[in-house]
């Protein structure tokens, strides 16, 4: 697992890492069962704080994407419930279709956006 933390971003480190385990497992490059590193070895490997991999880890658990096992550690386990994903999904798209509007972006541009998006997480 290659996992690149953007020290300049203004988005937190903790959400970074989250984010790209999350894109990791859309894109199938982590799959249900497959184990995470340890924090201490996370922390170590990507040059970071082990609180900020542990608050990491416990965001993925609290959200559903991750399990954590004693024997194991940090185990990919998407066991979030569907229509809740999906009455998520609703709810940020609501406000980004809204700015789109706003800047005239049409229905069938924000149809291909989201095809290629899929395209790129399917390839």
Known sequence: MIIEIDFNSDEA???QLTNQIIMGIAS???REGDSLPSV???????????HTVNKAYSLLRQEGYITIDRRRGAVIAVDMDR???LQEMKDVLRLIVAR????????D????L???IFDEYRE
Not at 109 to 112: F, I, T
């Open 13 to 15: 480190i903790y959400l």
């Open 28 to 30: 199938s490059r982590l």
């Open 40 to 50: 201490r070895a996370l922390a170590d490997t990507v040059g970071i704080n082990m």
């Open 83 to 85: 229509l809740k994903a």
């Open 100 to 107: 789109g509007l706003c800047k005239s972006v049409g229905r």
């Open 109 to 112: 541009e924000v149809h291909e």
């Open 114 to 116: 989201v095809d290629q």
